[in-house]
């Protein structure tokens, strides 16, 4: 056995060193944090017969576990996953109920809200209450939005659109203030 300038040999050296702590917050959030994707982009699609979507296929993988379809104030639909949904109803259940727009914004988000899942096509079907309260018919849109999905019709999406692309030089200006 080799024995060093310490008078240890190396594996007495081994056996001594401890490897230094690092403080419990570094890190922290890389951690938790998952390689998160981005619901993003403009697709059409249609309805079937029976009110069936095709979720696009690079969307599919993240709804696999069932996802969450409620009614948005803007006359569309959006779709969570089931992680984005329970943060999102916990802020809403957390609303004032001595509030009335707080009872009012509840009772619009999670009362129309739906659990959801996919066929094997990587369809949803969308409840025919939904369907008639945002006016989908056949034709609609997807728009991904980050970390939901909206369902527009595609007349009223258009609509919309256009009408906020008319409006983007103010729209940018306002938001300037809030730092985006």
């Known amino acids: 056995m080799k024995v060093g300038i310490t008078g ?25 944090l998952k390689a998160k994707r981005m619901f993003i982009g403009e697709y059409q699609h249609n309805l079937d017969e029976k009110g069936r979507l095709a979720v696009p296929a690079k969307f599919r993988a993240d709804l696999k576990k ?27 259940a957390g609303l004032p109920t001595a509030k009335g727009d707080a009872r009012a914004f509840a009772r619009l988000k999670l ?12 369809r949803m079907l969308i409840p025919e209450y939904l369907r008639q309260d945002t006016g989908l018919k056949k034709m609609v849109v997807i728009i991904g939005l980050y970390n939901r999905l909206e369902i527009w019709d595609e007349a009223k999406w258009n609509k ?6 008319a409006r983007s030089g103010r729209i940018a200006e306002s938001l300037g203030e809030w730092g985006v």
């Open 66 to 92: 069932g996802a969450v379809l409620t009614k948005e104030v803007d006359d569309c639909l959006s779709v969570y996953t089931k992680d984005e949904w329970a943060k999102y109803a916990d802020k809403i």
């Open 8 to 32: 240890k040999s190396s594996a007495q050296l081994k056996n001594t060193y401890k490897k230094p702590k690092s403080p419990k917050n570094t890190n922290l959030k890389q951690k938790k």
């Open 111 to 122: 009362g129309s809200a739906m659990d959801v899942e996919m066929d094997g096509q990587g």
């Open 160 to 165: 919309y659109k256009n009408q906020t692309a």
